[in-house]
Nanobody, 111 residues
């Protein structure tokens, strides 16, 4: 059974940084594209960034230059470094593999 567990969310002031982690278990990790999504209140879930097995990355326009996705295949862990955070980045952030979603971690950006 595939399990994805996110951590690292919290409350941060505008301009601050957070690093999200997603630990995978019960699955082979390295061959698959992994992704971060987010869902703000009243809005649809949207793709934030994804990363292929080879390390090729893709970002939503709204986070380009501020967020960095990375992966450690040996640790079966996905990361999202979020810098220069804005209030509009407030959302629940989800980790996604081809066959599973994590439970989500809340990120709140407010002064």
């Amino acid at each position: 059974q595939v399990q994805l567990v996110e951590s690292g969310g919290g409350l941060v002031q505008p301009g601050g940084s957070l690093r999200l982690s997603c630990a995978a278990s019960g699955t082979i990790f390295s061959p698959f594209t992994m992704a971060w999504y987010r869902q703000a209140p009243g809005k649809q879930r949207e793709l934030v960034a994804d990363i292929t097995a080879a390390g090729k990355t893709n970002y939503a326009d709204s986070v380009k230059g501020r967020f960095t996705i990375s992966r450690d295949n040996a640790k079966k862990t996905l990361y999202l470094q979020m810098d220069s955070l804005k209030p509009e980045d407030t959302a629940v952030y989800y980790c996604k593999s081809p066959s599973a979603w994590g439970q989500g971690t809340q990120v709140s950006v407010s002064s």
